[in-house]
């Protein structure tokens, strides 16, 4: 997953801790992944990555399904996501929330990220299940 997230363009982190992982593979090769993260009762979407030459084919839409679906097996009535791309999220059917509302993820981060407001405009993203 580390991998194809730094080829996405996604910053190197923690890439453990997840409850559940997503993939798409063509042979043996993973072109999309995803991942659930339940932390204290906020589930949030992770590492959304997809292959440039794999994209717009829907799977970055598949793979949102599947974490939101395991997600709502796991008790969700609402998911999270800090969303490097929230446009894509937003056409899944996210809105985009106040990045200091209380409940969600933090973008306290994001400011000393080499990649902020130069390739990304990330913003605090959630969904009701």
């Known amino acids: 997953m580390r991998s ?11 890439f453990e801790g997840y409850d559940a992982s997503f ?15 339940n932390k204290e009762g906020m ?3 992770e590492c959304l990555a ?4 794999y994209r717009r084919r829907g799977l970055g839409r598949s793979l949102i399904g599947m974490v939101e679906a395991e997600a709502v097996a796991r008790g969700a009535n609402q998911i999270w996501a800090l969303a490097r791309a929230p446009g894509f999220f937003m056409k899944n059917g996210y809105r985009e929330m106040d990045p200091d509302l209380p409940g969600g993820p933090s973008m306290k981060g ?9 390739t990304c405009r990330p913003a605090i993203v959630m969904k009701m299940l």
């Open 4 to 14: 194809l997230a730094l080829r996405a363009g996604l910053e190197d982190g923690n």
């Open 43 to 45: 589930f949030t979407v």
């Open 50 to 53: 997809v292959s440039e030459e």
């Open 23 to 37: 993939g798409y593979f063509v042979e043996d090769i993973l072109v999309g992944c995803a991942a659930l993260k």
């Open 110 to 118: 994001c400011g000393t990220c080499s990649q902020f407001n130069n």
